[in-house]
């Protein structure tokens, strides 16, 4: 069973792809670090998803749920201040073991000053996944155990 049903179906798009390269990247910081982001890829893809059908007419039709927004706007606001906790954990982590990143801190305070989430989250995951492609592949994105094996060699 999945949570997330908007996600592809076995073909991962180009966004999934990045967003599993991305979370690779970070294996050398631990598996949790690769989970966490992971998952909060899977969870910007679902409303990316989400948002191309939501917004297509919902205030034209007489019986739209409002629920189905609320539901798009807290996992959007849940999303943002996931991502802002992670970005802010990779950095704090980078600082002790000597390694600071500029990039990252910058990064990481465009996530502090958002005050609308479900309008900007596309933009600042595409932020995000920038900032993961400019990352150097290590030994150790290497050799964490890829769901899609041929794409991760």
Known sequence: MEILPFLSDGRPSRLEIR??????????LGPDFVRLLEGMGRLD???RAASS????GIFESATWDASVLIDYETLSSLWVTG?????????????????ADETLRVLRNRFER??????????LADLLLDHLDALPHTPASMTVESRWLPLAS
């Open 19 to 28: 967003w599993h390269v991305g979370a690779l990247k970070l294996a050398a």
């Open 83 to 99: 991502v802002h906790e992670l970005l802010r954990t990779v950095d704090y982590h980078r600082r002790d073991n000597g390694g």
């Open 53 to 56: 059908r939501l917004f297509d």
């Open 45 to 47: 893809v679902s409303l």
């Open 114 to 123: 958002v005050s609308e989430p479900a309008t900007v989250r596309a933009e």
